[in-house]
């Protein structure tokens, strides 16, 4: 086999490389397809699939994950031997993809799909474009994906947040409304711009609901000095004494409607009701909800994204930053049935 040297920061005789030219972000055609026409041009096959990986895992050359070294030899495509402790790592080690038995390619092109449609893609949906053989593969895939939607080190909230509850899940039929106990109690804290316009989102599932769950979600997820918009529910003001500054809103004795006082948080949850019963069809299991919530939250917050390659990019930027999640953690949590389809009468 061919074996090469791969040292960080050397060129071709010796040389110190030339450094990188610096560039405001990532540009479509230079980092990542901006059609599916380029996204079949650069990804042909499992080769070049790898090679992306390994520009994303490691922008400036390979480090090993147990001594830091940055001298290795490529044994083989995807696969490194460290030259100092001679441990070998694979491109996908310890990623999303790790011990995956599909091919990379299709990897790829779920995360393309995922992206590409603006509501995104069920399970069954991923399914039938992939030709996937099976909806338990399509889900598990599916789950791997939105372990990755989320940034480890995303920083909190700041400025002015509007945060409130709602509750999705079981579907209203007619004349029958919904049984609150059979739904689930969201949490919703989002960015209020000035003079109009919305920020970031943060979403958690409470179980339960109580102040002491809504005051812990406030703060994990928003900076301390912020000033917190809420209704006038009486679990909110000890709040202050974390060093918020807090401003309710008493919805039920204002002459303007709730979505007025707190438009952000209504408007959220208008968009995510509607993409959990558009996209998803209501179809989840409350174990599940928060990785639910993440898609949404990843999908918001880059909502002005005009590329949507873009999104394909840091899914992928983060999908190797991701510690692995074998299939059978998803399937010991109650994996549903795919949904069924509903007949018309002719």
């Not at 393309?112 to 991923?126: E, I, M, R, T």
């Not at 000035?194 to 994990?220: C, M, N």
């Not at 438009?263 to 019963?277: D, N, Q, T």
Request: hydrophobic share 40%; charged share 25%; aromatic share 10%.
């Amino acid at each position: 086999m061919d074996w090469c040297l791969y040292v960080v920061g050397v060129g071709a005789e010796g040389t110190t490389a030339e450094p990188p030219q610096l560039r405001l972000g990532p540009v479509a055609g230079v980092d990542y397809p901006g059609t599916w026409q380029a996204f079949e041009s650069w990804f042909a096959d499992d080769e070049a699939c790898r090679a992306y990986l390994e520009r994303l895992r490691w922008p400036e050359g390979f480090c090993c994950p147990a001594c830091a070294s940055t001298r290795a030899w490529r044994t083989r495509p995807g696969l490194w031997k460290c030259a100092s402790c001679h441990r070998k790592t694979s491109v996908t080690a310890r990623t999303i993809f790790h011990r995956s038995r599909l091919p990379l390619r299709t990897w790829f092109a779920a995360c393309w799909f995922v992206c590409s449609q603006k509501n995104g893609v069920s399970a069954l949906g991923l399914q039938r474009v992939l030709g996937l053989g099976s909806y338990e593969s399509a889900w598990a895939m599916m789950h791997k994906l939105r372990r990755a939607m989320v940034r480890p080190d995303r920083g909190p909230l700041s400025g002015f947040v509007e945060v409130d509850e709602t509750f999705v899940g079981a579907r209203e039929h007619a004349g029958h409304k919904a049984r609150r106990d059979t739904k689930a109690a969201v949490a919703i804290a989002v960015e209020t711009l000035q003079p109009k316009g919305f920020g970031r989102v943060r979403l958690r599932y409470l179980e339960p609901l109580s102040a002491v769950t809504v005051r812990g979600f406030i703060s994990d997820v928003v900076a301390v000095g912020s000033t917190v918009r809420t209704d006038g529910w009486n679990g909110y003001p000890p709040i202050t004494k974390a060093g918020y500054r807090h401003v309710a809103v008493n919805v039920m004795h204002s002459t303007e409607p709730a979505h007025i006082g707190l438009p952000g948080v209504h408007r959220v949850a208008s968009l995510l009701k509607r993409w959990l019963e558009g996209t998803l069809q209501s179809g989840f299991d409350h174990s599940h909800l928060d990785y639910y919530l993440d898609e949404f939250t990843f999908r918001f917050n880059r909502r002005t994204s005009r590329r949507r390659g873009l999104l394909f990019y840091r899914l992928l930027e983060q999908a190797v930053r991701t510690e692995p999640h074998p299939r059978q953690q998803f399937l010991a949590r109650n994996l549903p049935h795919p949904p069924k389809r509903r007949r018309h009468n002719m």
